[in-house]
């Protein structure tokens, strides 16, 4: 009778561990948690896998606006505000459509510190890797030039790629933009995670001061609404700015020059806009060539940087134009000198309007994209990211890369209501009720695209040369910058070179 019970016992425990190892526990690998259907994941089931998702919760010392670990996964109290909730109610309903498991951890590093992190994690082949690694794009850029993460749109016939990035949400020029290869992607950038929003460079603008001063705008400016629809039409460049900053100037100390406590400042900026405006021009230092399969080089003709120099020269020394230092203090003051009243343009990132400063702001306020450089050279508008973005990457020690890929696209697919969210309740920015401020969130949003020079092309510097000296170049002495660039090139062309040669070594 006890040898029976035994028998049965074992065969109880048989059965159990059956039914454990078909629901795919912790240690198991799904490659294939099945196909898609046309939008629907329904046919998609990875049997309860847990995918690692590593989140950074770091405070850059210049931004008033909190970390945005609360946007990638909510915080861990029950009494979260309205963006947060939209933001744990997609993240369980990605959870629950898949059958996964996400299992969050965190990572407090500057961005100095992201490189050294994830190549201890990849070359230590760590049992704790994570799968996902949310991080700063500037350490995660490194870390792509040394092959430790995981080629995301070829990630080989061994798993299952669920990652499309032709859908809404992700902002595809900009993933092209962070690789030396079309073919090659390391780098995810999407609505899933806002900080690719809140780290865009946007100019603010102060109602109440721009429709006190109609009468001093240009004729053509007869309200609000018909200068948010000269932005929409393409009609927004440096020179606009300029002229409408100086339009509105009242000096209470130099006549002429611009103070910080002028009555009114017809546009306050920082000096880190010597690499935001030329960046947003379009006109680079580096770009991806596309008659040449994306070959990544150095411009051979300076000319046409130089005549942009010379714009923004004239820009930053115009009447009614303020601008504090470089310091994370100069740009925090911008925000404060915003929100006591009388400055009628800002460029600033649009996280700054989460700050509390801008949250308590009384007077009515709005935003339109980085001005064209110029609108009879220049296309479209090109939205800047600040270089401390977070984005993600899976690491080459990941152990749930299907998982992993339909857990991101899900999250991105399912992030317009959290997104409509945050700039309603985040910024307390009327998006839905107004149809200016619907526009240009959108038209900021649309516009973001290659950060090619802005950030790889720092790479190439700082790794190859130890100088800095091509995107340190002073553009207020506008004379100096072709010949500082001509004298820079040929090294320059070589780094490049040492850089897509490193690069080409990884799949």
């Avoid at 946007?71 to 309205?82: C, Q």
């Avoid at 018909?226 to 039409?233: H, M, N, P, S, T």
């Avoid at 690499?275 to 070959?295: A, H, Q, W």
Wanted: charged fraction near 25%; aromatic fraction near 12%.
């Amino acid at each position: 009778m006890k040898k029976t019970r035994i028998i049965a016992l074992f065969l109880l425990l048989a059965t159990l561990l059956g039914l454990f190892a078909s629901c795919g526990g912790s240690g198991d690998v799904v490659n294939d948690g099945g196909d898609r259907v046309g939008d629907s994941w329904e046919g998609v089931n990875f049997k309860g896998q847990e995918v690692h998702f590593c989140v950074s919760v770091n405070q850059y010392n210049e931004a008033s606006f909190p970390a945005a670990d609360i946007y990638t996964k909510g915080p861990d109290k029950a009494s979260s505000n309205e963006v947060t909730k939209t933001v744990l109610a997609r993240n369980k309903k990605a959870e629950d459509e898949l059958n996964i498991k996400v299992v969050y951890s965190t990572k407090d590093l500057h961005y100095s510190k992201i490189l050294e992190d994830i190549r201890t994690i990849v070359t230590t082949s760590s049992k704790t890797s994570p799968d996902i690694y949310n991080n700063d794009i500037s350490g995660l850029s490194r870390a792509m030039v040394d092959g430790l993460l995981w080629n995301v749109k070829n990630p080989g016939d061994e798993v299952k790629n669920y990652f499309d990035f032709t859908k809404d949400g992700w902002y595809q020029e900009y993933i092209k933009g962070c690789t030396f290869n079309q073919d090659k992607y390391y780098i995810f950038a999407g609505d899933y995670f806002v900080d690719m929003i809140r780290m865009a460079w946007v100019v603010y603008i102060n109602h109440d001061i721009f429709t006190r001063n109609l009468n001093s705008m240009p004729e053509w400016c007869t309200s609000l609404d018909v200068f948010y629809d000269y932005v929409a039409e393409g009609e927004w460049d440096m020179d606009l700015m300029m002229d409408i900053a100086g339009r509105v100037h009242a000096d209470s100390g130099v006549m002429g020059v611009t103070e910080r406590n002028d009555i009114v400042v017809g546009l306050a900026t920082n000096n880190v806009m010597n690499r935001v405006y030329p960046s947003s021009s379009g006109i680079t230092l580096y770009y991806l060539d596309k008659e040449n399969s994306y070959r990544p080089s150095v411009i051979s003709d300076s000319s046409q940087f130089q005549r942009l120099a010379q714009k923004y020269t004239q820009l930053m020394e115009a009447k009614g134009v303020y601008q504090s230092d470089w310091s994370a203090d100069g740009l925090r003051d911008n925000t404060l000198h915003f929100a006591e009243g009388n400055v009628l343009f800002v460029t600033q990132r649009l996280g700054e309007m989460e700050s509390g400063v801008l949250r308590d702001f009384n007077a009515s306020k709005g935003l339109v994209p980085l001005p064209k450089w110029n609108k009879n050279e220049q296309d479209y508008y090109h939205t800047v990211v600040h270089n401390q973005a977070e984005l993600g990457a899976i690491l080459n020690t990941a152990k749930a890369y299907s998982a992993a890929s339909a857990l991101m696209q899900h999250l991105n697919e399912n992030s317009k209501e959290f997104v409509h969210a945050y700039y309603e309740k985040g910024l307390k920015y009327k998006y839905n009720s107004d149809k200016n401020s619907r526009a240009m969130m959108d038209l900021v949003r649309e516009c973001t695209d290659d950060p090619f020079s802005l950030t790889i092309g720092n790479r190439c510097e700082e790794l190859y040369t130890g100088t800095g000296k091509l995107s340190g170049i002073d553009l207020y002495k506008s004379d100096t910058v072709a010949s500082t660039f001509d004298s820079e090139k040929d090294a320059y062309v070589d780094c490049m070179n040492k850089m897509i040669e490193k690069f080409n070594i990884f799949d």
